[in-house]
């Protein structure tokens, strides 16, 4: 039996005569969709899988069919008779246009039995001279097979050896997904012995030496491995040193390793081949020359085997010595391995004779990290999940590791400046010395560019959600949230969150009520909720408040611009102010939370949230008091009055009803009293007059609660009501497991320390909706808040976040007061005949919007803390934009 | 809603021969099915002397939202509305349903009646009035009513609120019944002059027939044409509407025009008087021309055949690009409506000329793989509607991104806009500008842009270079260092 091994992502092509059994061929050994086959391309664009008049409409079926699949990773064969070359080169063209390696099986039949199987099917009608010339074909082309580009070419002979053959699949040498780490992955070390030793004792690692005394291996009491980037050799003092630990450590299993395009040239260099010695590589062969030949050839192999790309971890962590697109990860290619050695270049040199390069990690969407070196950068910094180690240690910066997958940076600084590099390697003033530079270019500035990509948001999206899985969002309404985002919101580097919409609670069956808390309680409990909280609804507008603890933090960790220590935005994401305002607004909560030490406190809980997850386990209080303060929090809070956003829409629209309203029934009424006093019969059109006129005056009432001056923040209120996030570093916690009492305990320390009065409480009410007089009790505080002018409750979970099944029970569902639905339904909603019609609404589809934009916020949230890219959590805040654009009834 | 309309008798007729003329009974209530709600006719005086009949509208508002065919509106403004109580556009409606005799001036039993000239006296307690009181004066006075107009406040609790644009209306006059319900029926839905949910098209159509001979001759008229026509776009209720009632913000003005200019001369009141303005004044057209030719020069100078006009609006350049046979032609906006509207004028084009352009949705603050590879692009009057902290996302989107050959950018010069004169000292020529730049810090920001994106820029205004406070408008030309050699003239321009 042979065994036919082809890599696990290839393009095989079958070559064979008709009738030499490539069909049964593929059948046996590969699955029922791997394989395209000309005669069923042909079928599909003809009717006839035998009509050779179709063939060439057949092959552009095919060829697409197999670009389709390559593209998607997927391993194809192709079914044809493939004798004539240039058949063969357009396949070849094909796989390495998807980076993928061709492989040629030949099915070497003698003509005789090709013609004999023909001729017993019914459906060829083609001649034995047909067959004749494709096996004339097939043996002219067999000594050239491997020129053409096959990765490899393997020939069966015989229908008995093809018969006995089998696929074997083996993956790619990049392909090390079952290697899970925990890595120490290093930058270009480039000779640096010394540093490279220091910081493998600082990373944990024991040095083995030889009986010299030189190091050969390291080994790390926890098994933790090394993968070094590439770029071991040249410029550095002790290349050979290097390459003798790195070689130990690699043959020990201890180490991983990629080539850079320094051990490229070594290679040829070694090879005899004719070099440049610049950039270094004199040095290093000087070095190997007083090394012993053998050892020499033990260098040369080692570096020649190193594979350009590793994909580890399931596929969750690439590296490449230049860097690698996400196209090509797990592909092999020329091109492939040239982009892993010397990153996307675009073959122009710049003034210092320094290939340009383009900044491939910035437009970067891949879900892996990809760590890699090659551009020497003063600071490692993540660019969209993407980081470059080499800090340039021999040119006097630092060695760099990264601890996967803690992404924790540990560095040494160089012992010198071992070289001079030939382009400044600290940024110089000039901008200008290239192109690619700008003052939002990630190399220059050391930061995530706030530059989006508009396939990150455009079009039909799916968002994937931890919470509710895959949340698809339409076209049209990603068109209606990129006009918002774009001319309104505010920039996207410090928009994290936008809030959900929130249901109301099932409508009152009966009553002169459309709302009444009983539902709620009622729907809570029917979904195994036992204990909610009912929190007073401000009579004011939902706001976000992202407030940064200095200056600092503002500037570093969301790009906010000179004198802004943070944002209040709207739930579309306007800002509330322009003006200074925001500023002061801003500078109360601080102080607040300055005077409540509320930023030890959430660094507590933030710690204390990263340990739970990692250990699965709460309150480890004791490493948690030693935490970092929190450098920035995002609360949820109303701002109050309402008129101090809605003012144009109080005078432009309700006022306007009211001033109507009010003057046109109470003329009515007065007609018709004359009318009445002629005995005229309007008894009844008089009735309902009155009631209207009294409607207006209420409707009146009900939007005056709304307005009230303002001057500066004088008479300006912020009523916070939940943290939904704070950050320390680069990362940060979420907080919807803590119940609400947690957040409204914070919101309440922050009240108890606001020396100003802006900040409100917000009143609450635990009730057991199990418990009737909880539940009379809860119905009693409803009542007597809406008696008073106010606007209602919102009733939510008490344990905030809560699971049922694969569901998630509604995060919240406002209970709205009687006086205020007239400024939603109309003054003359609650005439009996207009409420029970009101009745007939609908709550499915707010209900379900809700879910999924809570599911959206909280995914946003999720990513921002994780110090994922900007395009991630931006792509998540847009989805919920693009869903509150949906045309669901406002009313709710 | 209501309607009163009083006659005083004489001459031997008593006034209430009224009823004959309306055909309903001055003893009885009378009530009739609208499709609104119902109309109730009835008389709260009728006698010898005086004869007052009132039209009483009751609008069902739950049934009112439904709408017609089903279709639900989705903006909350149509919710808690104006419509049940104003009159306006619903009682025109039931005006003519309820007195089509009357209006038509037909009167079997009294023919005598037809022409008579009665003293009359119309009030309408709670009238829409776009404009106010002097609007509805130059309605009617030119019919022979003697108009008293009062606005009504917005609400006596909120003083500084001011006046709402209602009025409480009342004609005086010597008039044959039927002219007056014309003049009523026609010019009151023209008075509104706003949301006219419940007029279709053919409605428009009666009320010019209704108008007959006396709207021809009227000095208004062509006001009246307008106010009909005016903001009837506002029907479709978009996306953007959605979003912005999300933040309780009032329905959004059409998104900002590229050409904004305030009038040079003054003259031009608030925008309630927008519909009564029929094209903009001489100096804005012309600054909105001179502006065009001035990017149209640049653009054709840099010898580009393929274009992108990066905020094309509903697009006015775009039309000159295509006339000037550019081979290539992309026009993004931000807003899906005013591509809506760019294309019904590319569609205009022959089939050959239009297939050159292509409309895309965009937006400059992030980067668009479909606008790089353009010999040049615009951006006319667009920098300016981004917040500050937003331009380097531009700059990077634009320049480092889409890296056309030549991009021209123009922009309003703050300076020169001490030369309108109706423009309050330290505002801004339109509401959505979010800043306005002098030369000096329009050049320090394009020279830090082309420096840090590898381009060169040179300035030229557009306009008159005033002396004193320079151009309206600053344009500046960033050409890419890098960029491969102009084409001959002879290429230039494309199939020209």
């Known amino acids: 039996m042979t065994t036919i091994d082809v890599p696990s992502l290839s393009l095989v092509v079958l070559v064979g005569a008709s009738g030499s059994g490539k069909s049964t061929f593929a059948a046996a050994q590969f699955g029922p969709y791997e394989t395209v086959s000309s005669d069923e391309c042909r079928g599909i664009v003809s009717n006839d899988p035998n009509d050779q008049g179709a063939t060439d409409a057949a092959f552009d079926l095919l060829h697409h069919v197999v670009g389709v699949r390559l593209s998607a990773g997927l391993l194809t064969v192709v079914d044809a008779t493939n004798v004539q070359p240039h058949a063969r080169r357009a396949l070849v063209e094909l796989a390495r246009a998807h980076d993928v390696l061709p492989v040629a099986i030949v099915l070497d039949v003698p003509a005789g039995v090709c013609v004999e199987r023909n001729e017993a099917r019914a459906d060829r009608d083609f001649g034995a001279h047909v067959v004749k010339r494709q096996h004339d074909q097939l043996r002219r082309s067999l000594r050239g097979l491997g020129r053409e580009g096959f990765r490899t070419v393997h020939v069966l002979h015989g229908p008995d050896e093809i018969a006995a053959a089998r696929i074997g699949r083996r993956p790619l040498r990049s392909d090390r997904s079952d290697e899970h780490g925990p890595f120490d992955v290093i930058g270009d070390v480039h000779g640096c012995r010394g540093e490279l030793e220091a910081l493998l004792d600082r990373l944990g690692y024991a040095l083995v030496r030889d009986e010299a005394g030189r190091p050969v291996d390291a080994v790390h009491p926890d098994g933790r491995r090394v993968v070094l980037l590439g770029d071991l050799v040249d410029r550095g003092p002790d290349s050979v040193g290097v390459l003798r630990l790195a070689m130990g450590m690699v043959a020990a299993g201890h180490a991983l390793a990629v080539p850079g395009n320094h051990e490229a040239k070594l290679v040829r260099a070694l090879d005899g081949r004719a070099v440049q010695t610049s950039h270094g590589l004199a040095g290093t062969l000087e070095q190997l020359a007083a090394e012993p030949e053998g050892w020499r050839r033990e260098v040369r192999d080692f570096c020649d085997g190193l594979v350009a790309h590793l994909v580890l971890d399931e596929g969750r962590l690439v590296v490449a010595h230049a860097g690698l697109k996400e196209s090509f990860h797990n592909r092999a290619s020329g091109r492939v391995r040239s982009f892993a050695l010397y990153g996307d270049t675009t073959g122009e040199s710049d003034e210092y004779g320094l290939p340009v390069r383009l900044p491939w990690a910035d437009d970067y969407r891949g879900r892996a990290m990809v760590l890699y070196g090659h551009t020497p950068t003063p600071e490692a910094v993540w660019v969209n999940g993407t980081m470059c180690l080499d800090t340039g240690c021999v040119f006097g910066g630092k060695l760099s590791a990264l601890r996967y997958p803690e992404k924790e940076l540990v560095q040494v600084p160089a012992e010198r400046e071992w070289y001079a590099p030939a382009r400044p390697f600290l940024p110089t003033a000039d901008p200008t010395a290239d192109p690619t530079a700008s003052p939002t ?189 929190a450098d920035w929090l995002l609360l949820d809070a109303e701002l109050l009055p309402w008129s101090l956003k809605a003012g144009e829409l109080l005078r432009e629209q309700y006022a306007a009803v009211g001033a109507a309203a009010r003057a046109s029934t109470r003329a009515a009424v007065e007609a018709l009293i004359t009318a009445r006093d002629r005995d005229l019969p309007v008894a009844d059109l008089l009735a309902r007059t009155t009631a209207r006129a009294a409607n207006a005056d209420a409707f009146g009432a009900a939007y005056r609660r709304y307005v009230w001056p303002t001057d500066g923040l004088t008479g300006v209120h912020l009523a916070p009501f939940q943290v939904l996030a704070a950050g320390v570093g680069a990362g940060g916690a979420t907080f919807e497991t803590r119940d609400h009492l947690w957040h409204l305990d914070v919101a309440d320390a922050l009240v108890a320390a606001d020396e100003t009065g802006v900040l409100r409480t917000t009143r609450r009410l635990v009730v057991d909706v199990t418990d009737p007089a909880s539940v009379a009790q809860g119905v009693d505080w409803w009542t007597s808040l809406t008696a008073a002018g106010g606007e209602g409750m919102v009733v939510k979970p008490l344990a905030n976040l809560v699971r049922q099944g694969r569901r998630v029970v509604q995060p919240g569902v406002k209970v709205r007061g009687r006086e205020y639905l007239r400024l939603i339904y109309g003054p003359d909603y609650t005439e009996p005949a207009n409420l029970e019609r009101l009745r007939s609404r609908g709550l499915g589809r707010k209900r379900s919007l809700a879910q999924r934009e809570y599911a959206l916020g909280l995914e946003a949230l999720h990513r921002a803390v994780a110090g994922e890219p900007l395009w991630r959590v931006h792509q998540a805040v847009f989805a919920v934009l693009a869903l509150e654009s949906e045309p669901v009834d406002p009313r709710l | 809603m209501l309607l009163t309309l009083t006659a005083t008798g004489g001459a031997g007729v008593p006034a209430d021969d009224l009823g004959y003329l309306l055909h309903k009974h001055p003893a009885r209530v009378q009530s009739f099915d609208v499709s609104s709600g119902t109309a109730h006719v009835l008389y709260p005086r009728s006698d010898d002397e005086v004869c007052t009949v009132a039209l009483l509208l009751e609008v069902d508002p739950v049934a009112l939202v439904r709408g017609k065919g089903g279709r639900e509106p989705f903006a909350l403004a149509q919710y808690v509305n104006d419509r049940p109580y104003v009159a306006a556009s619903q009682l025109a409606v039931a005006l003519r349903r309820v007195f089509a005799t009357a209006l038509a001036g037909r009167c079997d039993t009294r023919p005598d009646l037809v022409d008579r000239v009665w003293p009359l006296d119309v009030h309408l307690p709670v009238a829409a009035c776009a404009g106010g009181p002097d609007a509805a004066r130059r309605l009617f006075e030119p019919l022979g009513w003697d108009v008293t107009a009062t606005a009504l406040p917005l609400d006596p609790d909120v003083p500084q609120w001011g006046d709402s644009r209602y009025v409480d209306l009342r004609l005086r006059g010597a008039q044959r019944l039927a002219d007056a319900l014309a003049h009523l029926y026609v010019l009151l839905p023209a008075l509104d002059a706003n949301k006219h949910y419940w007029v279709g098209d053919d409605e428009v159509d009666k009320l010019v027939r209704v108008g007959g001979t006396w709207l021809a001759t009227h000095p208004a008229q062509s006001e009246i044409a307008h106010r009909y026509l005016a903001r009837r776009s506002r029907l479709a209720q978009s996306a953007l509407a959605r979003l912005a009632e999300v933040d309780d913000l009032a329905a959004p003005d059409d998104e900002p025009a590229a050409d904004d200019e305030p009038a040079a001369t003054t003259g031009t009141g608030s925008d309630e008087t927008a519909a009564t303005t029929p094209a903009p004044a001489p100096a804005q057209a012309l600054l909105v021309h001179a502006r065009h030719d001035a990017v149209l020069a640049a653009v054709r100078e840099s010898g580009a055949s393929s274009v992108v006009d990066l905020g094309c609006g509903e697009g006015a350049l775009l039309v000159r690009l295509l006339e000037d046979g550019y081979a290539r032609v992309l026009g993004t906006d931000v807003s899906t409506r005013a591509l809506e509207r760019a294309a019904r004028r590319v569609d205009a084009f022959p089939e050959r000329v239009r297939a050159r352009v292509v409309l895309a949705q965009s937006s400059v603050t992030y980067v668009d793989a479909r606008v790089a590879g353009f010999d040049a692009a615009v951006l006319m009057e667009v920098v300016e509607h981004l917040d500050p902290p937003r331009l380097p996302a531009l700059e990077r989107a634009v320049l480092g991104a889409a890296r056309p050959g030549t991009l021209v950018v123009t922009t309003p010069n703050a300076e020169h806009n001490v030369r309108y004169p109706q423009l309050a000292a330290g505002s801004m020529r339109h509401p959505d500008h979010r800043f306005e730049w002098t030369r000096a810090q329009f050049r320090t920001w394009a020279r830090a842009a082309a420096g840090a994106y590898g381009y060169d820029v040179t300035f030229r205004p557009v306009g008159p270079d005033d002396d004193e406070v320079g151009p309206p408008t600053q344009l500046a030309v960033f050409r890419r260092r890098d960029r491969p050699a102009a084409p001959t003239t002879e290429t230039a321009g494309g199939t020209r």
């Open chain 1, 441 to 629: 270019n990630s190399a220059t500035n050391g930061r995530d560019p706030g530059v989006l990509d508009l396939e990150d948001v455009l079009g039909a999206r799916v968002v994937e959600t931890s919470l509710l899985g895959r949340v698809t969002i339409a076209p049209e309404n990603a068109a209606g949230a990129l006009e918002v985002m774009s001319r309104f919101a505010t920039d996207p580097r410090h928009l994290l969150y936008l809030p959900p919409t929130m249901s109301p609670c099932a409508t009152a069956p009966d009553g002169d009520l459309l709302e009444h808390p009983a539902q709620a309680f009622a729907g809570y409990a029917a979904d195994g909720v036992t204990a909610v909280v009912c929190e007073e609804k401000h009579m004011g507008s939902r706001a976000v408040v992202l407030v940064c603890r200095d200056a600092r933090v503002a500037a570093d960790r969301f790009a906010l611009p000179a004198g802004s220590t943070g944002v209040v935005h709207t739930r579309t994401g306007r800002p509330f102010f322009s003006d200074e305002r925001a500023e002061q607004l801003l500078a109360t909560v601080r102080a607040a939370a300055d005077r409540a030490d509320l930023w030890t406190r959430l660094g507590q809980a933030t710690a204390q949230t990263d340990l739970a997850a990692q250990i699965g386990d709460a309150a480890q209080t004791d490493d948690a008091a030693q935490a970092a303060p």
